[in-house]
């Protein structure tokens, strides 16, 4: 059907908005504001950021073979034993792993998001997706994520995230 030509960005709007806001809140932090913690067992602001672009480069390309090489380094970095990142290698990351979401949401049509696939879990367990799965898990990931830091910054009297 031609319904199913269409991109599917425009069901996605107000991800991007989202998007910036992260960008917005990061950008002006210090080190010493990147290290903030809820608590000390928790991870920092930094370390939370990082797995946001950890996991955004590991779901699109690992799993949906979005083919950017520039996405193996940002998933890396988001292992513990990586040093912490600067506010400005934090709002690249979040940009890099954005361009590549909003390219795959300008090419992929409704039909895409039924789309299955197979990927081996750590323990060697076969998991069964969906384009629409991962985009869904992706947003969630990101308000999840991005509600921890906003509580964090605003906890140390910091500008939390503007909605």
Known sequence: MAEHAFPVASFYKGWDGYQQHLVHALAPLSSEQLALRAEPRLRSIGAIASHIIGARAGWLYYALKENDENLVPLHTRNAADQPDQSGAELVSGLEKTWQVIQDALQRWT???LDEIFHETDENGEEETFTHQWVIW???????????????????????????
């Open 110 to 112: 409704i039909a895409d």
């Open 137 to 163: 898990h992706l947003i969630e990931h990101d308000v999840h994520h991005g509600g921890e830091i906003s509580f964090i910054l605003g906890m140390h009297g910091l500008a939390a995230i503007d909605l």
